[in-house]
């Protein structure tokens, strides 16, 4: 397997419910991020891990807590969602050189939905 | 505040040319990204601009002007598997990326 792979691809949950997103890449990238893609919206940056060191954005809510366990892992836990978290999320990977990372490679992120 | 502008939606016929416009506000520049999004699909890198000018890619151009904090996607010789959304992105001086919304590019036979 190539590039990076998320799972699940759909995912229905309840507001009381707890879920995991999972994504790995096999690139050897040293940096692994997670973004929020509303419909006509702006991507969203929700975390970054660069070296394995987490650098979080604020406004994230912390119902959405992010797990990096190795360079090639990253795992987005999810606990009582609001339906507003309804969106598409999407994992990537990058080198990061001395002068910031390179270009993005995304994987086909998971449709989240929150009944 | 920084910020991406691009049309939300245009639509061309197969065969034709069409440009994408991207203007951007950022704090400092440092270079700026052009990914294709087809749908429920990873967007996927496609060019990258940090001096003016015009850089091209088979069908597909890119060009930058850093004074007028402009860009854009030029698509020659429309196909069919050319409709998707297309999204600037430019990095600041904290080699952040601000994302623009996208332009879901229809194309019609």
């Known amino acids: 397997e190539t590039g990076v792979t998320q799972t699940p691809r759909h995912l229905v949950m309840g507001m009381t419910n707890k879920k995991s997103l999972k994504c790995e890449q096999h690139?050897?990238?040293?940096?692994m991020y997670w973004y929020k893609q509303s419909a006509k919206k702006p991507l969203e940056l929700m975390f970054v891990y660069s070296l394995e060191e987490r650098v979080e954005n604020n406004s994230v809510p912390s119902r959405f807590s992010p797990e990096c366990p190795n360079s090639s892992h990253l795992f987005l836990h999810l606990h009582t969602l609001q339906p507003e978290d309804s969106a598409l999320y999407l994992c990537?990977?990058?080198?990061?050189?001395?002068?910031?990372?390179?270009?993005?490679?995304f994987g086909s992120g998971t449709q989240l939905s929150v009944l | 505040g920084q910020n991406i502008d691009q049309p939300t939606e245009m639509t061309a016929t197969e065969g034709a040319i069409v440009q994408i416009n991207c203007t951007y506000q950022?704090?400092?520049?440092?270079?700026l990204f052009w990914y294709q999004q087809h749908a429920g699909e990873a967007p996927t890198f496609l060019s990258y601009?940090?001096l003016d000018g015009l850089e091209e890619k088979g069908r597909f151009s890119s060009f930058l002007s850093r004074s007028k904090g402009y860009s854009y996607l030029l698509l020659k010789e429309l196909q069919m598997k050319d409709s998707a959304s297309y999204l600037c992105?430019?990095?600041?001086?904290?080699?952040?990326?601000?994302w623009g919304a996208g332009t879901k590019l229809i194309i019609k036979p």
């Open positions: 601009n940090v």
């Open positions: 690139l050897g990238h040293n940096a």
């Open positions: 990537a990977s990058s080198q990061e050189s001395g002068t910031g990372p390179e270009k993005l490679f």
């Open positions: 992105a430019a990095r600041d001086s904290n080699y952040q990326l601000i």
């Open positions: 950022t704090s400092g520049f440092n270079g």
